[in-house]
């Protein structure tokens, strides 16, 4: 099956996942990586909203 040839509408995989059963093992350094990620998704959310409101920098 090729998901083009269907124009991506039928989907291919159906996944259930049970979060009870997932057990995840992380260093410090990892942990931290990952709430600097989460940080920075929701800072780069917050900024997504005001844009428009950005001042142009014109610099020539």
Do not use: A, G, W
């Not at 989907?11 to 997932?22: Q, S």
């Not at 992380?26 to 997504?48: A, C, F, T």
Request: charged share 35%; no cysteine; proline share 3%.
């Amino acid at each position: 099956m090729k998901p083009r040839q269907n124009e991506f509408k039928q989907p291919m995989f159906d996944i259930k996942v049970d979060l009870d059963e997932i057990s995840l093992n992380i260093n410090r350094d990892q942990y931290s990586d990952l709430l600097d990620l989460l940080e920075v998704r929701d800072y780069l959310s917050l900024q997504s909203k005001y844009i428009k409101y950005r001042i142009k920098n014109d610099v020539d």
